[in-house]
């Protein structure tokens, strides 16, 4: 099996125009950290510790 034209882009992701998007929504997303809130900027997916809602 081949790997030509196994990139982002030949899947249709533009890797630029999401590290802009991750740019523009930083702000927003650091004034929406809680204590609660685990790990930090960056990562795949969030983490919260919902142990306190009980």
């Known amino acids: 099996m081949s790997s030509d ?3 982002y882009a030949a899947a ?3 890797v630029e125009a999401g ?8 702000a927003s997303i650091a004034a929406a ?5 685990a790990g ?3 990562g795949f997916s969030g983490l919260f510790d919902a142990s306190a809602l009980r």
């Open 19 to 26: 590290e802009h998007a991750v740019a523009l929504m930083r």
């Open 12 to 14: 249709g992701v533009d």
């Open 40 to 42: 930090a900027f960056g």
């Open 33 to 37: 950290q809680r204590p609660e809130t």
């Open 5 to 7: 034209g196994l990139t």
